[in-house]
């Protein structure tokens, strides 16, 4: 098809708010938070979404146990609901460094990424990303063809991470990423990407795709 036809609209989410709650949140918010969860001294990654099978929570909670085994104060927050949940809650009843929190929505999760360093989510990931962005929470995750198309925001090793679907590669690039401190680099990563992929963005380039058609 004919590529001056084209118009990439860029799929974004409204995170202006969402940004603002982030910066909004002090550290003793964020101690509150953590005495809560009883995270003393840790580093903390998170999941947000549905849980489904096709999001493989084997994989994820597999890859929790070896990151585990290497580095003994990493805890992990999962925030969502679905039919598969019942597997985070097993989970937590034998390691209490994984957190299952439930459905929580606008402002109420904030918190919860801002004490975590990166999500994981090895599969569909579609429009959290953006999210991620917004929250400074760079995701870790496969390459594989389920994904949404905005997957297409990462770029690895600068604002996320995307290994092969494969176990042991996905569980030691979250190893490196946290034992080395590589998420920091991430998190600039993140904030460069939350500046562009915008919902006036999206706004403008659908206007600009539509006056194109019309030539005008």
């Known amino acids: 098809y004919p590529e001056n036809k084209i118009t990439v609209v860029q799929n974004a989410i409204d995170t202006v708010s969402l940004r603002q709650y982030y910066r909004d949140i002090n550290p003793s918010e964020l101690d509150d938070l953590n005495n809560q969860l009883g995270i003393r001294n840790g580093i903390t990654?998170?999941?947000?979404?549905?849980?489904?099978?096709?999001?493989?929570?084997?994989?994820?909670?597999?890859?929790?146990?070896?990151?585990?085994?290497?580095?003994?104060?990493?805890?992990?927050?999962?925030?969502?609901?679905?039919?598969?949940?019942?597997?985070?809650?097993?989970?937590?009843?034998?390691?209490?460094?994984?957190?299952?929190v439930g459905s929580k929505f606008g402002k109420e999760r904030v918190r919860y990424f801002k004490t975590s360093v990166i999500q994981l989510m090895p599969y569909y990931v579609g429009l959290g990303i953006v999210d991620s962005f917004a929250m400074e929470t760079p995701i870790i995750t496969t390459s594989n063809p389920f994904h949404g198309p905005e997957v297409e925001y990462l770029v690895n090793g600068i604002n996320g991470y995307m290994t092969t679907d494969n176990i042991e590669e996905y569980s030691q690039t979250v190893i490196d990423v946290l034992k080395n401190n590589k998420y920091n680099d991430l998190i600039e990563g993140c904030r460069l990407s939350a500046n562009k992929i915008t919902i006036e963005a999206m706004v403008k380039n659908f206007r600009e795709g539509v006056l194109s058609c019309l030539n005008i």
């Open 45 to 100: 990654a998170i999941y947000c979404g549905a849980m489904y099978p096709e999001k493989n929570f084997d994989f994820i909670l597999e890859t929790c146990y070896r990151v585990k085994k290497e580095i003994p104060e990493f805890h992990m927050i999962f925030i969502g609901s679905g039919i598969d949940s019942y597997k985070v809650t097993e989970a937590t009843k034998t390691c209490d460094w994984i957190h299952y």
